[in-house]
Structure formats: structure tokens, C-alpha cells
């Protein structure tokens, strides 16, 4: 089973996929974890990669596709697994390199998204550029939320409750 964990930065969508992966005994695949890896590569795609990173911005398609088929291709990935951070454009969702057959979408505020980043700490979850990555969310992974309706495949969940409440309504949308 593939499973896609999406949200806005700062929803909780790697913990949720995390605990989905663990129950579902299947690998959790982050793409932010890996583009921070790459991004630490002295390599000409992790010089890009950090770029991206440190501006707020997406990782374009064109690299994205080329990193999470490599990844996606590797043997412990391939009985499937709980992805989040991808896809990132609608672009994206349509050139995946593999089908997806459930999409949970945790909903939450930008205001609760911002106090959970600044709470988090990382390095690059400064207050511009929180902002910037929310205004890129909205405008390039919303309209996915349509694609993934249409499809007949995408869950919306409250994500601004507590991590276990969350949890337990993707369990039981899955058991469904």
C-alpha cells in the first residue's frame, strides 16, 4: 500500500506518517529528511538543494523527480510505504513514478502552523521563512488537494487536534 501524508509545513504530517508506517509495518519516506541529507552533500544537486531550502522555496520538479525515483526504486520500498513531503506541484502528482492509494490531508491554520515551526526550532523555520513556505504551500500544493479529490483517494483530517486523536481518524478512515 502507498500512502500520502500531506499538509502545510508545520501540520504534523511526518509525525502522523510515522506512526501510520510503524502500524501499518511498512518504511516511512520523507522527502524534507532527504532533501536536508542531500542539501549537507558537497555535490552540485545539494548545493541547489540547500539553496531551495534556505530561501523557502520548493525543490523544482525536474530534481524532485529524479531524487524520489531513485529512492522509490530501492528494494525496501517497493511492498510500499507512508510518504510525506511529496508531492509538492500538482506536477508532481501527476509524474509520480508510482500509483498512490490513499491521501490523508491534515487541515490546519497557518497561524497554528507558524507557533508550531517557531516552537520546533530547526534552522531554517525562521519567521520569514515560515511565511514564504506557507505562501508557496497555498499556491502550489493546494491544487493538488483537487487532483487527489477527484480521484477518489483523498481524506481530510482536523490536524489541529492532538497527535493521537489525528491518528486514531486516519486509522479509522483506513479500516473503512
Known sequence: M???VMGPPGSG???????????????HFQTGK??????????????KVKGFLAQGHLVPDEEHNQILKEVAGRPQYRQGFVLDG????????????????????LSVSDEINTERLVKRGRADDKPEV??????????QTEPILAYYREMGILEE??????????????VGRLEK
Open 2 to 4: 502507498k500512502i500520502v
Open 13 to 27: 504530517k511526518s509525525t502522523q506518517a510515522e506512526l501510520l508506517a510503524e502500524k501499518l509495518n511498512l518504511p
Open 34 to 47: 532527504m532533501y536536508r541529507r542531500i542539501a549537507e552533500i558537497d555535490s552540485d544537486l545539494g548545493k
Open 86 to 105: 511529496s508531492p509538492r506541484t500538482l506536477n508532481q502528482a501527476e509524474t509520480l513514478p508510482f500509483g498512490v492509494d490513499k491521501v490523508f490531508y
Open 130 to 139: 515560515i511565511k514564504e513556505r506557507l505562501k508557496v504551500y497555498h499556491q
Open 157 to 170: 483530517v482536523d490536524g489541529e487536534k492532538p497527535i493521537e486523536p489525528i491518528f486514531e481518524d486516519i
